[in-house]
């Protein structure tokens, strides 16, 4: 079709070719000349073809005839309900809603309304692939970034983590700072420090202003004071805000030292488990924007302590990788069955009966639509304070 427009698509193309063949049926001989030389020169058709275009007469759909098995978790009917559930658990995959589901319903059909039977029954049958096809209209990406500010003090002195962690146990702890600078590194802002437990999950948060040495070493005692667990292990990047005098000799000055390690320079796979959480615990929540308030650190440490921090470990199921099957060269990764970190720590021999009995008491008060509403009000009052603040 040498001669068709190029800017047409096909669409247009199906009308243009409907307007002229509708009027091609009442012209006189004449007309329909001059309507042959308009499909030859607007769609490319030779003018045998363009006779028989224009003399065909339209295609009326016949009923639409459906096969293969019958649709048995309607989008019409489950996505309204799972959305809402969805959102509260911060758009989390269809295989961690698979495990959460069970707890989350109860907890939205007591703080919201009371669920259909038949929509209960169906979202607890369905698999993690039916659930991801259910929510794929409504899912987003977003892309981020994070800064190192690289430190050589002690840091020959300080191994790169290899046979040191004992990864089945739980208190080996992978740390990182994220900078709530909204893209601009000048002048003094508000840090996120991040933990992740590597066995269990479980996640601690503490806000800083600036990022000093003293102020790092307080975020740290502070986050361990806030473990269900001892700490054994403590591995970070090569920041200056972890490789100082200060942290070192607070980890080995006691009883029971604790492991330092660091990653490899410029190796962000290192530190692969705490860099995931950057963003979905840090980024997802407090976003790019800058806070520049020091008056944001205590309304910011109150969230991530309580409202936050239990939605986080209490309710939030996360997968962890078992195994690696390495066949003809491809790799294929084996992951568990999706837990919340609560559901590890209790299962862990390194925390003690007191202490799970304690997180079941403090569990059975809480509600997570209630927490993420709590969460909801309190990143409000901190967007006030920084949007009043710039």
């Given at each position: ?61 016949g009923p639409v005839i459906l096969t293969g098995r ?321």
């Open positions: 079709m040498a001669g068709m427009d190029k800017d047409m698509n096909q669409t247009t193309r199906m009308q243009v070719l409907e307007k002229l063949r509708r009027r091609y049926k009442t012209a006189g001989a004449e007309h329909k000349r001059k309507l042959l030389d308009q499909a030859v020169q607007l769609l490319g058709y030779h003018r045998k073809s363009a006779i028989r275009a224009l003399r065909a007469s339209a295609v009326v759909p019958p649709v048995s978790y309607e989008p019409s009917l489950l996505v309204p309900w799972l959305r809402p559930i969805w959102q509260a658990t911060d758009y989390a995959c269809g295989r961690r809603l698979v495990a959460m589901l069970p707890e989350w319903i109860p907890a939205y059909e007591q703080h919201e309304r009371r669920m259909p039977g038949e929509v209960r029954e169906k979202l607890l049958l369905a698999s993690g692939r039916t659930l991801d096809r259910l929510l794929e209209p409504l899912r987003g990406q977003g892309t981020g970034r994070s800064l190192t500010r690289p430190g050589t003090l002690l840091r020959q002195q300080i191994p790169i983590r290899g046979s040191f962690w004992e990864e089945g146990k739980a208190g080996w702890l992978e740390v990182d700072t994220v900078a709530l600078c909204g893209g601009n590194v000048a002048g003094e802002f508000v840090w996120m420090v991040d933990a992740v437990d590597y066995a269990t999950t479980w996640v601690e948060l503490r806000a800083m202003w600036g990022r000093g040495q003293s102020g790092t070493l307080a975020a740290l005692q502070d986050m361990e004071a806030g473990l269900p667990f001892s700490l054994l292990g403590l591995d970070s990047d090569n920041g200056g805000e972890f490789i100082n005098h200060h942290v070192l000799k607070w980890l080995q000055k006691r009883p029971q030292p604790v492991f330092m390690t660091r990653s490899r320079p410029f190796k962000k796979d290192d530190n692969a488990h705490v860099e995931q959480k950057n963003w979905t615990h840090v980024r997802q929540c407090f976003g790019y924007e800058r806070h520049d308030n020091p008056e944001l650190v205590a309304p910011m440490n109150a969230l991530v302590k309580g409202a936050y921090g239990q939605l986080l470990n209490y309710f939030h199921a996360s997968l962890k990788l078992e195994h690696k099957d390495h066949k003809g060269g491809k790799v294929r990764r084996i992951y568990g069955a999706a837990q919340t970190p609560l559901a590890r720590v209790l299962a862990s021999a390194q925390v003690t009966q007191t202490t799970k009995e304690r997180l079941l008491k403090t569990k059975a008060r809480l509600n997570p639509f209630a927490l993420k509403q709590a969460v909801t009000r309190g990143m409000k009052a901190i967007s006030a304070m920084r949007r009043w603040r710039n």
